[in-house]
Structure formats: C-alpha cells, structure tokens
C-alpha cells in the first residue's frame, strides 16, 4: 500500500497491526497507514480481482 | 551481534568499578545488551527489528504512558536485547512519543542502530546529529534506496560513512536488501564525529551548563542542549538529578541566551540544526534528474487556474440566483466548460500539477482551490447523486418494486396460512418486523441502500480523487494556519483532517499531542463538529435538495462553533506551539484504475460494516416501538426537538438512531424532508444539531478506552446540551431573518 497523504509504503499486516485499538476493528478491517492514520480499504477477493483485470498490482499512486 | 569494543570497555569500566566496591561473594549476574532501533517515523524500523530480531517479540506500554514499545532479543545472541521505539523526528521531545524515545535513549543503550529514509536524508541526518551530541554510537541503515533512486537521488553512503564517522549501510528492508551487511557492521558502531557547531553565544552557554551537569553518565552535552531548548519534559529528570542552586543557574543561563538572542531557543537550535543537516545532505547526495517541483507557474498555467476559478464562481453565482435567468444556460454551459477544460490540463499537463500544488497550500490561494474543490463535490454529491440517483432507487426500485414484492409475499403467506388468535398477532408482530413503519427493508435496507449507498459510492468516488491527487496533505496545510490562528498546537491538524475519515481511528490519533489537556481537546472537538466520512457524504447528499443558503449556515456554523470552542480553549490551556511536520507529496495524476479498486474496498467496507448496525438500529427501534418505550423517549425529548428545535417530534428518532451511526442519523432527517415533514430551516438545524451531536456508539467507547470514563462522560454532558442550545440559536437567528 501507499498512502495518498503522506507518501508512506506499507504492508497490509502493518495497516491491521497499527489499529489494534480500535473497537470495530473485527467489523470494519479498514487499513490505517502506520505514520499518519489514513485509512484504506482493505484488499478483499473482488479489489484483487479487478486489479488483476485493470493491470495493477496493488493499491498504488 | 555485539557492541564494538569501546563501548564494551566504557561499560566493563562501570561493572569493574562497582564489583571493587562490594566485592561480592556470588559473580554479578551479566547485563543484558540493549540497542536501540532509532528514526525518523515510518522509515522502515519495524522492517528491521523483525530481521534483527527472532519471532518472539514483547510488546507493551512505555511505563507511565500509552505508547508502545516492542523488545525482543536478537537473532544472532539472545543476551542482547532489541528495542524498537516510537518514530521521532527530533530527540528533544514534543510528543509522548518522542518522549518515551528520549527516555529510552536516557536509561542507557549500549548502542543505536539508526534507520534512515533515503529519499529524505537531512530529515535523518537533524536525528544524527542529536545522537552525535548524546555520545552515543550508532550505526546508521540507509533504507528505502530503492524509492530515492525512483526519485533521481543517488546517495554517496562512503562519503556518508566517513563525514559521519558511522558504518552508513544501504538497505531496502521491505525486499531484504542490505540486512545481512547490516547486520554485520552493528559490532562496528561508534560514536559520530560529526557534531553540530553552534553559534558562539549558544556554546558559552552549552559549556556554563555542562560543567553544572558534570558526573552524570549521559553526555553532559546532550543534557545541556535539551535544558536550554526548554524541553519541558526536562523538568522532572532536573529536580531528580540536579541539585536546586545548579537547577537556577540553568534557569537563569537559558534566560538570559533567550534574551541575547530574542527568538525561541528551542527554535534556532533546531534551525541551526537543519541547516547543518541539509547542507550535509547536499554533499553526498546526487540528483540525476530533477522534479519540476521547483518550477514558479508560467503565465499559460496562471490564465487556466484563474479561468477555472472564475467559472467556478459564475456557476456559484447562477446557483444563487444573482445571474438573471435569461443568461443561467449559457453561464452554466460555459462555466462547466472550462472547469473541465481545466481538469484535463491538469491531467495531462506536469507543470500545470506543480502549478496546482503551490496554489493549494499558499495562505491567499489555498482557500480559494478549496471552494473550487468543495464547490464541484457538492455539485457532484449532492446535485447529481443525490438528486438523480437516490431518487431512482428509493421511488423506483424499492418504493415500486422490492417493498411492494415482499409485502405481497407476505400478505399472499398471510391468506395461505389464515393464521387466528395469538397466531395472527405473531404474524402481524413479523410483518412488521420486515415491512412496518420501523421494519428492516422499509427502514433499515431503505435507508442504507437506497439513500445512502448512492450518496457514499460518489463521495468515495471523488474522495479516492482528492487523495490521489496529493491534495489532502496540502489541505492539512491550510488547516494549520487556522489552527494557527486560533493559537492551537499545530499536531492538532492531522487527526482533525482525519476525523473527515473517521472520527474513531482520529481519536486513536490524538495520542501524538503532547500534553493530556491538548488529546482531550482535540478528542473533544473531533467528537462535537467533525463529520465522518459517511455523514458528511449524506450532508453533502442533502444538500443538493436545500437551497444554497443551507450549505453556507451549516458550514458556517460548524466551522464557527468549533474555531470558538477551539480558540477558547487554546486560552484555557496555554504553552508552547509545536510545528506540524508533514512531507508533501507531489500533486498526481488519479489514475481512474486505482479509483474504482478503492472505491469498490470502500464500499465493501461500508455494507459490510453499516447494514449490520442499521439493523441493529432499526431492531432497537421496533422493540422501543413495540413496548411502549419509543412513545415515551419521543415525549421526554419533545421539551428539546419541538420546544427549542421547533422540530416534528418524529425528529426524536433520527437523534436516537445517530448514535449508533451518525450517517444513520443524518439519512433519517433527510427521509423526514424527502417526506415533507421537515423545511428547509428545519432541516437545516436539525443537521447542524446532528454534527455536533453525542459521538456514534465506536467513538464514545474508544473516548472512554483512550481518557477514561469520567472524561468521556463528562465530554457527552457538555456536547449533548451544548447541541441543542446551538440548534435552538440557529432555529430562532434563520427564523427571525425572515427563512422559512
């Protein structure tokens, strides 16, 4: 991943391990980046699937 | 994996020194080895630690304090231990964060590994030079090379190594690059050579308070530097340490350099600093191709921005009526026109990017992109999808398809069975469970599908955009001077700009503030006037059914309720301003292909995390409705929504559902005047009332995880009350302006 605020590169288990805290952490799964708490949406089956299809590997700027 | 030599011998000299003195009978159990892992943040630490260290790591709260530290032992000899600490950007601390690495580094370490972003060296080398001046030897990772040399830095790390007088080792930590020769020159770290020279008045008084801090293990230097820079987490260590009349010299040397030199100390120290540390970078750094982020906009770019800002204005104008009718067509057409004239430059053009870049974070033009930017996310929000779409699935696909299928589904089951007596009742009590006046298609599957979902798919849509494009981090930069303004302290913008996201996680955020009064005000506004993600979507959604007025009294009485509250509170809890640090990226082209993937996460997130709680809602909802108790919450809040609010007391309900989700809250005001229940005026103070409304239910627990039940409790009895009174103001100010 690569947040759109502050440039920082990430993994996805960075994302998940940086908002342990948060209450609806099992309900709502979003990506928190590791340096300045954007958030992301998580890969799921049908983002890696379009990804696929459009030619990106991952999300990317 | 072991500390070089010297710093073996200065630590053997103290065991030796001790066991002299005691003599004791048993020998002294070994102590363990500690290295610290030290940067900048987000640089790659964690990367690190977990090569350097095995799999077992131990991760807790700095004694005292909220943030977390892991430790594990090292790969290579399990008697050394591995810490990784917070990301700093300076180790005279301004944050808690900065602060439990401070306090670290202070305990003692054996040695540091410094962990370096390469595309960003000077920002490491001001750590650099912090540590030369603590005495403590360090190794520096030079990470992330890859990425610098996408950007045309090419990094001399021999040259580094021998300015810096440390092993400088290359490294790509996320592939694996470097680790091993990292590794291995950990034994041959040193203390850096490279101190920083200040000027002659700041020596004589780093030298007059050295010699007061003689006998203390830590580099008297270091102390001296953090007494003068007036790091107020100085204060405690010196009443502990420092003796009272050494302690008033101190004070009195730091005032009177602050006189010599009439500015901040603190601040010059640390201008000094990066200038050292940039003029460093410089020498060892090559670009290969430069960015055009330098470039001044040309006359061309200056034409289209101002061109784009005036359509912009035009079709404002239009929609406020001031244009006579006769010219609206044409105006819109031409206004439209060169707007999208403009994004395509903007596409297809670098330096009209960089153009945009400059403008979006100056203090006269910033302002003036951003009603650019608010004004076509409304159009595009609140006009286009809210009108047009919410309309087609609310009327059309549920109002005459899905509600009425399912309805006689279920009354044609009602005459097939026939139930009687209780039967019947249970079946009716189920009827309505499923398509009553509270049921879950007819409320909660309306309202998070057919109202929502449409307005959230195009505020996802223009938001991945906005953050594609680079512009959010400039937005934050506009945020600061007002906060600036307002006498706050600049950390405060990041989770501010956040809470736009959600106000859960930005909660969560305010831990980098410094002091406990500044995360709970911070908390306490993220929780009174910042909209998340989904509410302002449905905001904006609404708006496209209001007139323009609407937007402008709402706007204006967030914004004003949370600069007052703010700017109070500034008053109430005074210090020292920290600076916001914050690297901007360059403006980007969106990639329409990265769009759709995050738009389509986003909106995965959403119904899987919104539909449950809004059928949560809506249960809650029937059982009240049911057994009495809705009737009895409607009536005890009548003296509130229809006294002061002069609200329908229907309106009861959207407050009580807002506090499972505050977009809940909003769809059911925006249902209520979708149904003619509510004007205008009342729509609007109804929706300024729901902004500054109790937190949703994730809010309140984490305000109660992260400050406790008391403060939490305390923060609703001021916000509840205080929203009201606020609405009721709006209510009495639009009314007796004549508004209907």
């Known amino acids: 991943m690569v947040c759109p605020v502050c440039d920082t590169r990430y993994t996805e288990t960075e994302g998940r391990a940086c908002r342990r805290d948060c209450p609806l952490q099992r309900g709502c799964r979003l990506l928190s980046c590791p340096y300045c708490a954007h958030e992301l949406p998580p890969p799921t089956r049908l983002t890696r699937l379009l990804a696929r299809w459009l030619g990106r590997s991952e999300y990317a700027i | ?740």
């Open chain 2, 1 to 740: 994996m072991q500390p070089s030599t010297a710093t073996r011998r200065a630590d053997l000299r103290m065991v030796e020194g001790g066991a002299a003195r005691d003599e004791p009978l048993s020998p002294p159990t070994p102590r363990r080895w500690r290295i610290a892992l030290v940067g900048n943040p987000n640089v790659g630490k964690s990367v690190i630690f977990g090569a350097l260290t095995g799999a077992y790591a131990t991760v807790s709260n700095y004694p005292g304090t909220t943030v977390e530290v892991t430790r594990a032992a090292a790969r290579s000899d399990a008697t050394v231990e591995v810490v990784d600490t917070p990301g700093v950007n300076s180790l005279t601390p301004q944050s808690e964060d900065e602060q439990v690495t401070r306090d670290i580094l202070l305990s003692g370490v054996d040695l540091v590994v410094q962990v370096a972003d390469a595309k960003n060296l000077a920002r490491a080398l001001i750590l650099s030079s912090e540590l030369a001046d603590a005495g403590i030897p360090f190794v520096m990772a030079l990470n992330m090379m890859d990425e610098a040399a996408d950007r045309g830095l090419r990094i001399d790390a021999g040259r580094l190594s021998a300015e810096l007088g440390v092993p400088v080792i290359p490294t790509v930590a996320i592939s694996g690059l470097g680790l091993r020769d990292l590794a291995d020159a950990v034994p041959r770290a040193a203390v850096s050579r490279c101190r920083m020279h200040y000027s002659v008045v700041v020596d004589r008084a780093l030298l007059r308070i050295e010699r007061l801090l003689a006998g203390h293990s830590v580099s008297q230097r270091w102390l001296a530097l953090m007494c003068l820079a007036g790091a107020e987490t100085m204060r405690s260590w010196m009443l502990e340490h420092v003796v009272a009349t050494a302690r008033a010299t101190i004070e009195a040397t730091r005032h009177d350099l602050q006189t010599e030199m009439g500015a901040h100390i603190g601040y010059e120290l640390h201008r000094q600093r990066v200038r050292a540390a940039e003029q460093l970078a410089r020498r060892v750094t090559t670009v290969l191709h430069d960015e055009p982020v330098t470039n001044a906009p040309t006359t061309p770019e200056t034409i289209i921005g101002v061109m784009a800002l005036a359509a912009c204005l035009a079709l404002f104008s239009a929609d406020m009526g001031v244009i006579p009718s006769t010219a609206i067509v044409w105006i819109r057409a031409a206004g439209w026109f060169v707007l999208v004239l403009a994004a395509m430059v903007a596409q297809g053009s670098a330096t009209m990017r960089v153009a945009l870049g400059r403008w979006a974070s100056r203090r006269r033009s910033g302002p003036l992109v951003l009603f650019v930017v608010l004004y076509v996310l409304y159009q595009f929000v609140g006009v286009f999808a809210a009108g047009t779409a919410v309309n087609f699935l609310e009327k059309t696909v549920f109002g005459q398809y899905i509600t009425p299928i399912i309805v006689g589904g279920i009354d044609t089951l009602a005459q097939a069975v026939a139930p009687s007596g209780a039967a019947a009742a249970v079946f009716q009590l189920a009827r309505d469970l499923v398509v009553g006046p509270y049921g879950l298609v007819t409320v909660a599957l309306t309202y998070a599908l057919a109202i929502i979902l449409p307005i959230v798919t195009a505020f996802f849509l223009a938001f991945s955009v906005l953050e594609d494009s680079g512009y959010l981090p400039r937005l934050a930069v506009i945020v600061n001077r007002v906060f600036r303004a307002m006498g706050l302290n600049g950390k405060a913008v990041l989770p501010m700009v956040l809470g736009l996201g959600c106000d859960t996680m930005a909660t969560l955020t305010a831990r980098i503030m410094e002091t406990r009064k500044e995360r709970v005000l911070v908390t306490l506004l993220l929780a009174l006037g910042v909209p998340c993600s989904a509410q302002l979507g449905v905001i904006l959604g609404f708006f496209g059914s209001l007139p323009l007025w609407a937007p402008l009294v709402w706007g204006g009485v967030v914004l004003g309720v949370l600069f007052a509250v703010g700017w109070l509170a500034a008053r109430l809890l005074p210090g020292e301003r920290s600076d916001l640090i914050l690297e901007l990226p360059p403006m980007r082209r969106p990639q329409l292909s990265n769009i759709v993937i995050k738009t389509v996460g986003r909106l995965q997130w959403y119904l899987r995390e919104a539909v449950p709680i809004f059928v949560l809602g809506t249960l809650v909802l029937f059982l009240a409705d049911a057994t009495g108790a809705l009737s009895r919450i409607v009536r005890a809040a009548e003296p509130a929504v229809v006294g002061m609010l002069n609200l329908p007391p229907k309106a009861a309900e959207a407050f009580l559902v807002g506090f499972f989700r505050r977009d809940y809250g909003s769809a059911g005001i925006y249902d209520l005047f979708q149904h003619g229940l509510l004007t205008p005026v009342q729509a609007v103070v109804a929706l300024i009332t729901i902004t500054l409304f109790v937190p949703c239910v994730a809010n309140f627990f984490i305000i109660v995880k992260e400050r406790g039940v008391r403060t939490a409790l305390a923060m609703s009895a001021f916000i509840f009350p205080f929203a009201f009174v606020v609405g009721g103001a709006v209510n009495i100010a639009l009314r007796s302006m004549g508004l209907q």
